[in-house]
């Protein structure tokens, strides 16, 4: 039923920008949290940003000023701008949701999430 499908990714020399999209369906689109994470080869799952139903947006420390968050509700689509990329950016990106029911959250830890797209993979060279 649900369904999140990330578009987008690519190859980009560092400094370069990327917007990824995340189309979401078979969800309440405005009473989902979601984040954008990303996973380089074996390593662990990271949270990137997030976003909240009151808008609210949360970023990893390491992309702060490069990457912005917003959601469009009548598209239902998930954004990530991401400017000023480095090699370090690279990755697998995934878009995620989880429905607020009110308790706690945090918004850039992927285990608090369970609605998951199959990624979209960025690459940038130096």
């Known amino acids: 039923q649900v369904k999140l499908e990330e578009s987008g990714g690519g190859s980009v020399q560092a400094g370069g920008s990327l917007r990824l999209s995340c189309a979401a369906s078979?969800?309440?689109?405005?009473?989902?949290?979601m984040g954008w994470f990303r996973q380089d080869s074996d390593k662990e799952r990271e949270g990137v940003a997030a976003?909240?139903?009151?808008?609210?947006?949360s970023y990893a420390g390491s992309v702060k000023g490069r990457f912005t968050i917003s959601k469009d509700n009548a598209k239902n689509i998930l954004y990530l701008q991401m400017n000023s990329l480095k090699p370090e950016d690279t990755g697998m990106y995934y878009c995620?949701?989880?429905?607020?029911?009110?308790?706690?959250?945090?918004?850039?830890?992927?285990?608090?999430?369970?609605?998951w797209g199959q990624g979209t993979q960025v690459t940038v060279s130096s």
């Open positions: 995620a949701a989880v429905y607020w029911h009110g308790g706690s959250w945090q918004p850039l830890n992927p285990h608090d999430y369970n609605y």
């Open positions: 078979g969800i309440y689109f405005s009473g989902v949290c």
């Open positions: 976003i909240a139903t009151d808008g609210t947006t």
